[in-house]
């Protein structure tokens, strides 16, 4: 009897690691894809502001993902690189004139009752306020530019919203107007979290 039970047992879960092992590799794949268009999208975001003399940083760093034949234009992905271990993908404007103080796209896998999902944020600093016990504390706001399960996530969709942010974002700093991407962010995408450092 008792060996019935365990030999239906095993077939079960056996049934269930296989279909979750399938399932498991096709999300694996459909990540890896995406976070490699994603930091190639960043990357190359980077190497526009660069050319106007803009720090930005990219994470994960270039010299991670990439190999240089001229730096910063010439380059293709390692082979080495494991994007499957990437859960987040951000582009940070480092520029401190204006108030800008780590204005960034950032680009997160996260799970949702066993789904995985892609959300991409700008991320800016909204002003500073005085805590009694803590002090001065920058207060970071977020707004949501795209939210999707990663089997529905369309690529050209996400290109869409972040290279309409990255041509405001780009004249706001040939203008020395940072309100310019602020009201922008805040005018055209739903507010995300906001939070203290």
Request: hydrophobic share 40%.
């Amino acid at each position: 009897m008792a060996e019935d039970i365990f030999a239906q047992l095993d077939q079960e879960l056996d049934s269930m690691k296989n279909v979750i092992i399938e399932d498991m590799d096709k999300l694996n794949s459909q990540k890896v894809e995406m976070t490699k268009e994603l930091v190639e999208f960043f990357w190359n975001i980077w190497i526009r502001f660069d050319r106007i003399k803009v720090h930005f940083t990219v994470e994960p760093g270039p010299q991670d993902f990439s190999t240089f034949e001229e730096y910063p234009e010439k380059w293709h992905f390692k082979d080495t690189f494991n994007f499957a271990a990437v859960d987040t993908i951000s582009l940070t404007d480092k520029t401190q004139q204006g108030g800008r103080i780590g204005d960034k796209i950032e680009a997160r896998f996260y799970a949702v009752e066993k789904v995985l999902h892609l959300r991409v944020v700008f991320e800016y600093c909204d002003g500073e306020h005085y805590y009694k016990y803590s002090g001065w504390k920058r207060i970071f706001a977020q707004n949501i530019i795209y939210d999707s399960p990663v089997e529905k996530a369309k690529m050209t969709k996400i290109w869409e919203v972040i290279s309409d942010i990255v041509k405001i974002w780009f004249e706001s700093h040939l203008r020395r107007n940072r309100d310019m991407i602020i009201k922008y962010v805040k005018d055209n995408f739903e507010k995300g979290e906001t939070f203290t450092h």
